[in-house]
């Protein structure tokens, strides 16, 4: 990286880092763009040169997520699969989000429905991200593609759901990180097997009577 895009990832995360005190000191809703700029020390232009919106603000790591998707698998190992190349990269995120600073994060999105959008928005865009990478890789058509990429994102929303839940209810530590976990090998397993397993499960539904 040169010292030009240095200089640039540097105030991106500064910005980032002041508009995220603001928000969890006072509510998304409540901060506007132009006091993200003043606490940064730059022009409200500026904020929106890195940042879209103010939503991209709090979501900043988006992209560095959206890189780690697409890497996880280009560059798995021979032999490995999609699922579990996956897999691997969220069971590695466990303990991040199972941390107590994890609940701020997680009370500012559930306190917020301009974030709870901008979220759907993102898994959008994960979707479609997946998608072009899985067709690439597998050679596969387009519409196959896309079914596998929403499932995929679906396993990856849930993830991130259940985090915000447990964090929520004051459950954190390693505790809460195998727990996570555990439900994150569950559904890798239904995606792997199906939903075949369910059916034999002992869960079977009692016919209906007549009458």
């Known amino acids: 990286m040169g010292?030009?895009?240095?200089?640039?990832?540097?105030?991106?995360?500064?910005?980032?880092?002041?508009?995220?005190?603001?928000?969890?000191?006072?509510?998304?809703?409540?901060?506007?763009?132009?006091?993200?700029?003043a606490a940064a020390g730059v022009s409200e232009k500026t904020v929106?040169?890195?940042f879209p919106t103010k939503e991209d603000l709090?979501?900043?790591?988006?992209?560095?997520?959206?890189?780690?998707?697409?890497?996880?698998?280009?560059?798995?190992?021979?032999?490995?699969?999609?699922?579990a190349a996956l897999q691997g990269l969220q069971m590695r995120d466990c303990a991040r989000i199972c941390s107590p600073g994890f609940a701020i994060f997680a009370?500012?999105?559930?306190?917020?429905?301009?974030l709870q959008a901008k979220e759907l928005e993102v898994m959008a865009r994960f979707v479609h991200v997946l998608s072009e990478v899985i067709k690439s890789e597998l050679?596969?058509?387009?519409?196959?593609?896309?079914?596998?990429?929403?499932?995929?994102?679906?396993?990856?929303?849930?993830?991130?759901?259940?985090?915000?839940?447990?964090?929520l209810a004051g459950k954190h530590?390693?505790?809460?990180?195998?727990?996570?976990?555990?439900?994150?090998e569950r559904a890798y397993q239904l995606l792997e097997h199906g939903l075949g397993p369910l059916e034999h499960s002992g869960q079977t539904r009692s016919p209906a009577t007549s009458g």
């Not at 697409?70 to 699922?83: F, K, Q, V």
């Not at 009370?107 to 301009?114: C, F, M």
């Not at 387009?142 to 993830?159: K, P, T, Y």
């Open 107 to 114: 009370r500012t999105i559930e306190d917020s429905p301009a």
């Open 48 to 50: 929106f040169n890195y």
């Open 139 to 167: 050679r596969l058509d387009e519409r196959d593609a896309n079914i596998a990429a929403g499932l995929l994102v679906s396993v990856h929303r849930q993830f991130f759901r259940a985090a915000r839940k447990q964090a």
């Open 173 to 184: 530590g390693p505790a809460a990180a195998r727990r996570l976990g555990a439900d994150l």
């Open 58 to 83: 709090f979501f900043d790591e988006v992209p560095k997520r959206e890189a780690a998707l697409t890497e996880a698998i280009s560059g798995r190992e021979p032999g490995e699969s999609i699922l």
């Open 3 to 37: 010292l030009r895009e240095s200089k640039k990832l540097r105030m991106r995360e500064e910005i980032a880092d002041r508009a995220m005190k603001l928000f969890v000191a006072r509510g998304f809703d409540h901060v506007t763009v132009a006091e993200v700029a």
